[in-house]
């Protein structure tokens, strides 16, 4: 919970620095405290149900969403042993719970009984559904080579090499479809602004948008956990020296979530929009056969290594 | 166990009858989607985690998304969905009771329908430690591999007629294609100053 309220402080000078501004300055040293007092006027606001909505799933999708957001912790080792359940099917309970990450945001969009909210929950939903697809090819080359579905031990069959190094134009092909998954930028056509005010939560306010927010934010921060798991070698250091190995894992884990986390901002501060219809053929036209074919690659390398 | 058996197969009964008989066709799919989520509880229940997570990631995560999709779009009308309903009645019961025969089928004689000679026993496997990931895949590329290749192709071919059907050439609409726009250059355009 504070890690994603201050992300959302992280955001703020990152993009601050990126265009020459100071970001959050006031609040506390260093304007710190921004995200606690952003988190307070949020809760003390009043929340508006719109007329015509329908209340009970307006009310539902904002909690749906949040809570999915954290739910796909539970599998996520955070340093050897240290997950809270160490499920022998954890990275398809990463990705189902992340799959059905988009209810959350169509039903806000029905529910909501707006044509701006509407439209954003649709192109949301194509979005998600299309970017999955090539998300779960990408796993499956991952799982060919570390041969388990468990989380812990697809870490540990990284203990030589980190498989950024044989799969690493999966890697760029998993981050950019981990940012259109997530409707960041420049893939955030749900919440386009410019044409659609602010996408499917525009009905939202004080803690029902709070919580869409911070749904935003753990899923960011979930998706760099889970490439750091699939690529980057989870808690693992770079190099099986003995300096390296002194630092904890958890501290690697972190700092490789960090990193990504600064790519996932610093994507969003420089690139414009991508077009909708650019942003589906993309998906579809050509990350989905080239992980396609990459899967056919792994597994025929795999063959003729007999391993 | 036992318990939690009863208590998700009665949520499953009840959201499925919801299904059925709520007004709203939104809801209805909200509560299918309930529906699928608690099978797939009832999986896990029974130490199925591999089927479970695949039918949420199928289902839920990507058929009934389509569903509410089109759902959502459609303008449904509820009094001209039950004109059609005397019309699509007996349809409606031979389909009945042709799937309750089938159940009747199976419980009664005990015997599935299997390949004549299975070397691989099921049982074995997930008695012998492995995880039923494994052996669901052990079993599925072996003796099944044939039926499997078969509703495979059978996926496929309901894919590619789907697309035919949806499928119109785009005559009266203006489109760019964004390759065109990527190999444009300055020279060729236009200047105006």
């Avoid at chain 1, 020459?20 to 710190?32: A, D, S, Y």
């Avoid at chain 1, 949040?66 to 539970?74: D, K, M, N, Y």
Wanted: glycine share 6%; charged share 10%.
């Amino acid at each position: 919970m504070v890690l994603i309220a201050y992300l959302t402080y992280f955001e703020r000078k990152v993009i601050g620095a990126i265009q020459l501004r100071k970001g959050p300055n006031v609040v506390g040293p260093f304007g710190l405290l921004q995200p606690l007092a952003d988190g307070i006027k949020l809760l003390t606001k009043e929340t508006i149900f719109p007329e015509n909505s329908n209340k009970f799933i307006f009310a539902l999708s904002p909690i749906l969403t949040f809570a999915l957001a954290l739910l796909g912790w539970a599998v996520i080792p955070v340093d050897f042993k240290l997950v809270l359940a160490d499920i022998n099917v954890g990275i398809m309970y990463v990705f189902a719970i992340s799959s059905l990450g988009v209810y959350g945001i169509i039903m806000a969009g029905w529910s909501s009984n707006s044509r701006y909210a509407f439209l954003g929950a649709l192109r949301s939903a194509a979005q998600m559904i299309s970017y999955e697809v090539s998300i779960g090819l990408i796993i499956i080359s991952v799982l060919l080579t570390s041969k388990s579905l468990n989380l812990t031990e697809i870490v540990m069959a990284q203990k030589d090499y980190w498989y950024v190094i044989p799969h690493f134009p999966m890697f760029i092909i998993f981050f950019i479809s981990t940012l259109a998954e997530t409707n960041r930028a420049p893939f955030d056509l749900p919440e386009a602004e410019s044409e659609l005010v602010a996408g499917y939560n525009v009905e939202y306010s004080s803690m029902t948008f709070g919580l869409f927010f911070l749904g935003e934010y753990g899923n960011m921060i979930l998706m760099s956990s889970m490439s750091t798991i699939l690529f980057l070698g989870g808690w693992l250091p770079p190099f099986d020296y003995e300096f390296l190995s002194f630092i904890p894992g958890f501290v690697w884990f972190l700092t490789k979530v960090c990193i990504l986390l600064f790519v996932f901002l610093w994507v969003r501060a420089t690139l414009p929009r991508y077009r909708y219809d650019q942003l589906m053929s993309l998906g579809w036209k050509l990350f989905l056969p080239l992980s396609l074919v990459w899967i056919i690659i792994t597994s025929s390398v795999l063959f003729y290594l007999g391993s | 166990m036992l318990f939690f058996f009863f208590v998700f197969s009665f949520i499953v009964i009840i959201s499925s009858l919801s299904v059925v008989f709520s007004s709203n066709p939104v809801h209805s799919v909200l509560f299918l989607i309930f529906t699928f989520f608690n099978t797939a509880v009832i999986f896990l229940l029974f130490n199925a985690e591999f089927l479970a997570m695949t039918l949420i990631i199928v289902y839920v995560g990507a058929v009934a998304v389509l569903f509410l999709f089109v759902v959502m779009m459609l303008n449904i009308n509820d009094s001209l969905m039950k004109e059609g309903f005397l019309k699509y009645f007996p349809f409606g019961l031979l389909l009945i009771c042709i799937f309750f025969g089938e159940l009747y089928m199976i419980f009664e004689s005990n015997v599935f329908i299997t390949p004549s000679d299975i070397r691989i026993s099921i049982s074995e496997l997930v008695d012998g430690g492995m995880d039923n990931t494994k052996s669901i895949g052990l079993f599925l590329y072996t003796d099944y591999f044939i039926v499997f290749q078969i509703s495979g192709f059978l996926l496929l071919l309901a894919m590619i007629g789907a697309i035919v059907l949806a499928h119109n050439e785009k005559i009266n609409t203006r489109y760019n294609s964004p390759i065109d726009q990527k190999i444009l250059n300055k020279k060729d355009v236009i200047k105006l100053n």
